[in-house]
């Protein structure tokens, strides 16, 4: 028994060989619906099937424990399994930017929650609590639900200055130049052996966007990031020579899913954000989701991994290689954002 032994048990069959019969017992079920499992095992312990069991009760299934809403969205909608008639309500009364449109409920529905945007700073959280409605004498159900609202974050800006090129190492025999408002100035020799571009390492992970204009025809700007032990990436934006362009991205190494949608037709003639966008994975733990972002809209995105497109860990420190790799252009400015934390 592995998941609800204080309520089913295992009657008959508890060792045998070849073909059998195993026979469960369950007790009364006076309250909500419950589940059980029990394991089979082969002759050197090693688990091979798990029956699972479903004991019929009373039910109220949440799809979610726990709502993150962004800090601009307007509405949340809960799906809600249920075979009895329910209520949500507010645990916290004074906690007036949400409503809860739809309190009372039967069977499965879907409960909507009304949000204001959040233009605090911080982040906000309160408590539904979802409760069934029952005569007197059965079962009452209860579930709570953590609702969080994140705020509005400001990104760090960087000017590649004078004073802040300083803070960064200038390879491949071209140095970036300060032109003042409009940025700074990349040029690549004519034959694309020699690069202009900056690089650092120890940068954190999180949100990370260069702004560019004034791209020459030929123009190839490249953001790689390495991580260490022959892991990067690359994403360029890179001109046809006819005032288009398109994104190229690429990977070391490449795994089996580095199959990358890239962006074609891009007008090269007006300025451009690239951004990489770095959170925890919610299918690797410990390891990132990869966003590439191209003036807002993202385009591709992959999760690395074990076996995965490639190995690198969450909160891993970073170097970042940037400028132009063939042509010229001018980077405005550098934003960062840390990553949010909803705890």
């Known amino acids: 028994m592995i998941e609800g032994s204080d309520w089913l048990s295992v ?14 017992s369950t007790t009364e079920n006076t309250g909500e619906k419950r589940y059980g499992a029990v394991s089979v095992l082969d002759r050197h312990g090693e688990e091979r099937v798990v029956v699972k069991v479903t004991q019929n009760g009373v039910q109220l299934d949440p799809a979610t424990f726990e709502i993150r ?4 969205q307007d509405a949340y909608e809960l799906n809600v399994v249920s075979n009895a008639a329910w209520k949500a309500e507010k645990t916290d009364e004074k906690a007036m930017w949400l409503t809860i449109e ?3 409920n039967t069977g499965e529905a879907t409960l909507r929650i009304a949000l ?4 605090g700073t911080t982040l906000r959280k309160t408590t539904i609590r979802l409760t069934t409605i029952a005569a007197p004498g059965e079962p009452v159900v209860v579930r709570e639900i953590v609702l969080k609202q994140a705020y509005l974050q400001t990104p760090q800006r960087t000017i590649f200055n004078d004073a ?19 940025g700074t100035y990349f040029e690549a020799t004519s034959s694309g052996s020699v690069y202009a ?32 032990n022959n892991n990067e990436i690359k994403y360029n934006l890179r001109g046809s020579g006819d005032g288009t362009g398109y994104t190229e991205i690429s990977t070391s190494p490449s795994g ?19 951004t990489v966008k770095f959170t925890p994975s919610e299918i690797n733990e410990g390891y990132c989701h990869v966003q590439f972002i191209l003036d807002g809209v993202e385009f591709q995105s992959f999760d ?5 497109v490639m190995e690198c860990k969450w909160q891993k420190e970073i170097g970042i290689y940037f400028g132009c790799y063939t042509g010229n252009a001018i980077c405005e400015w550098y934003d960062y954002t840390e990553p949010f934390s909803w705890e």
């Open 11 to 24: 009657t008959e069959g508890q060792t045998g060989s070849l073909d059998g019969k195993v026979a469960l």
């Open 69 to 72: 809403a962004a800090y601009n």
């Open 102 to 104: 739809n309190p009372e």
């Open 116 to 119: 204001n945007t959040n233009e």
């Open 164 to 182: 802040e090129l300083v803070d960064w190492s200038a390879d491949k025999g071209v140095n970036p130049v300060y032109l003042g408002p409009q």
């Open 197 to 228: 571009r900056l690089y650092r390492s120890g940068m954190p992970m999180g949100t990370h966007t260069y702004r560019w204009h004034t791209f020459s025809p030929d123009a190839r700007v490249r953001l790689w990031w390495t991580f260490g």
């Open 256 to 274: 089996p899913d580095a199959d990358f949608v890239n962006v074609e037709g891009v007008d090269m003639t007006v300025p451009h954000e690239m």
């Open 304 to 308: 690395t991994g074990d076996n995965a």
